[in-house]
């Protein structure tokens, strides 16, 4: 299966080094009009390109924190302010706290500007097989770096379901006559392919409503090749089908489609003078943050991260309702399973509890309490909270937790 995309635009033209970057940096990003923005911190009319020199991370300029976003009154995403721009905005009530379904905190401010002016960011992108990493990189400060745990499950629940259905469908009854394949002759994607990608594209939707971002840096992955196997290389591998899915959703969100090499990152990382780690599990800035990060001020001209902390997400299950449990309790008695719905609220509900602070909705018990659960750790706090006692704030579809390497030390 082939999608259509568009032509795509590549890190470099030789696609082995960032050399052919200048050409590229000087026909295309150009700076919006010179009124001064919310937050700028350009001084120059054109977004500085990267250039061959030995580049050093400032420790002292780093912060426990990047920028915070900030949207306009009808919606609009601004430019990013810092910490205590934000502050002063709240205190002044200018602006509203809120939180997006990636549970990260951003300002609404009370107004809408009248010249707003937004740089072009960049965000990269560094698919992995368990982990994966996005950075918001402007061309002087760091935005926002998201480490996210990948969506691993759905190929299992797809065989469980499967093997559920036969044994039903083999159990000598009377049934419906069965039904026509409405999936025959069509376009589709695997459910578990497209469930991966479409975690990368949730969260790359959920920035784009609060940050203004114009580019996607994507290190382009290459399948598996077979011998003598043109159509499987060429079509049917699941990662070249998921990426181009991928490609063509990005284009969609109208933004502008970047391919790194993965060649060309590690070049980048030496360049400015950034090391990788190799255990790739732990949530710290140099595991896949730091390839993302790398990608994106390749296009924006940044020499440094402003900023090493990071979001760490992970998604979150919803189960579908069953009407029967696979295992019966005891006594044969089969228990209320499944359901995206607890007590006229959705699971995964963004709440603050008078008691428990910031937690979301897991479910419910039969004495009509809720089921509340860390927004950090997912761990579930208590089963007998009240719906009176929970401030809504929004629907979350991934648990955040903010680690600072400057509040660690």
Known sequence: MVIPTQELTRLSSARTTCIGLQEWLDASLVQPTSEESLNSTSTTNRLRPIYLVEGKHDSDRETAIGRVPVISKNGTPLMPCTSSKARKLLAQNKATKKRNKLGLFYIQLHFDPK????????????????????????????VVNIMSEAVTWVKKKVAQRRNARRTRRKRKTRRRKCKKNRLKNQTRIPPSTKARWDAKLRIITQLCTIIPIKYAVVEDIKAVTKNYQKRWNTNFSPLEVGKLYFYTELQKLKLTVILAQGNETKKLRELLGLKKKKSKSKPIFETHCID??????????????????LYYVTPLQFHRRQLHRYNCSQGGIRKRYGGTISLGLKRGTLVK???YGLCYIGGYTHNKRLSLHSAETGKRLTQNGKKEECTILTRISFRTQFLSPVNRE
């Not at 960011?121 to 698919?127: E, S, Y």
């Open 292 to 309: 993302a990060w790398v990608i994106a001020a390749a296009i924006t001209g940044t020499q440094y991260p402003t900023t090493k902390s």
């Open 353 to 355: 509890h008078s008691n």
């Open 115 to 142: 010249l707003p002016v937004t740089q072009p960011l960049a965000i990269g992108v560094d698919p992995g097989t368990k982990f994966e990493g996005f950075s918001v990189v402007g061309n002087v400060e760091t």
